[in-house]
């Protein structure tokens, strides 16, 4: 902190609040300007996704250059998996990405269930989880039920918010937000 003690900064963030954010921006902000609020959000969710060094991309903001703080979350965490790795003497996993294929089926899955699950519902049903949406709905018949079972959620929640990323998917919804196809 100022004082020269050691301090924490919480980040306070879920997805939704992106959704939220920009809805809430297109309501209250001109057209012609929108472009130029959508880059700021879209600068705001990247800070708070990132895996690069808070306080370098802080400074960088204010066009100050600095290397790594060695501080914040992240760097902490490259800390800790460095001295993880080391332990265990193993190179990193490469990330697993679904096929192109799948991604085509998870969207057109979710054109047929046009705001029926959440993310995380629609995560579950397209692993394969026998919920209870997914057994009052009806949806266990459903071709795109389980069409990612062999993959780990952390890699199709991965694959779905990519998609909301490039817009082939969208959520919606004032305080649950459901999925929708990005038509």
Do not use: W
Request: proline share 2%; charged share 35%.
């Amino acid at each position: 902190g100022r004082d020269g003690l050691a301090s924490d900064c919480l980040l306070f963030y879920s997805a939704g609040d992106r959704a939220k954010m920009l809805r809430l921006m297109e309501k209250e902000t001109d057209e012609a300007k929108m472009p130029a609020v959508r880059e700021r959000l879209y600068q705001l969710y990247f800070y708070c996704e990132t895996k690069e060094c808070r306080r370098k991309l802080l400074l960088k903001y204010f066009d100050q250059e600095m290397n790594n703080c060695g501080n914040c979350d992240n760097c902490a965490a490259k800390k800790r998996e460095a001295k993880r790795s080391a332990r265990q003497n193993k190179a990193a996993k490469p990330a697993v990405l679904l096929p192109k294929e799948m991604e085509d089926d998870i969207v057109f899955a979710a054109g047929e269930l046009e705001g029926m699950l959440t993310l995380s519902e629609f995560v579950s049903f397209l692993i394969g989880l026998d919920r209870l949406k997914t057994k009052t709905l009806g949806l266990r018949r459903h071709k795109g039920y389980g069409m990612a079972k062999y993959y780990q959620r952390s890699t199709v929640t991965a694959a779905v918010e990519k998609l909301i990323e490039e817009g082939r998917l969208k959520t919606a919804g004032t305080t649950i937000q459901k999925i929708y196809s990005g038509k």
